[in-house]
């Protein structure tokens, strides 16, 4: 089984900055794409950024510029730096992960953290 659990999220104040850390453990598996997705009270859950096991990335229109994701492969790490943080920023952070289970038989997973709190006052 692959477990992902994210730490780091907190109350700040508008403007502010935050670091969310989110690590895998386990064994038997190979992770590709990491990233981080947040979801408000009474809207749909949203992709925030995504990175590559190759390091590619990508952002939603509204941090781009503001946040910066990135990862440590040799720790089965991925981290979001958040910048010039809004109030719209709050909502439940959640760390995903696809790859593959290499024990048994090749197969595909894809894996969800427990999610972290965001509050960013007005």
């Known amino acids: 089984q692959v477990q992902l659990v994210e730490s780091g999220g907190g109350l700040v104040q508008a403007g502010g900055s935050l670091r969310l850390s989110c690590a895998a453990s386990?064994?038997?598996?190979?992770?590709?794409?990491m990233g981080w997705y947040r979801q408000a009270p009474g809207k749909q859950r949203e992709l925030v950024a995504l990175i590559t096991s190759g390091g590619t990335t990508n952002y939603a229109d509204s941090v781009k510029g503001r946040f910066t994701i990135s990862r440590d492969n040799a720790k089965n790490a991925v981290y979001l730096q958040m910048n010039s943080l809004k109030p719209e920023d709050t909502g439940v952070y959640y760390c995903?992960?696809?790859?593959?289970?290499?024990?048994?038989?090749?197969?595909?997973?894809?894996?969800w953290g427990q999610g972290t709190q965001v509050t960013v006052s007005s």
């Open positions: 995903n992960g696809r790859g593959i289970i290499t024990i048994g038989y090749m197969r595909p997973f894809n894996s």
């Open positions: 386990g064994s038997g598996f190979s992770i590709n794409d």
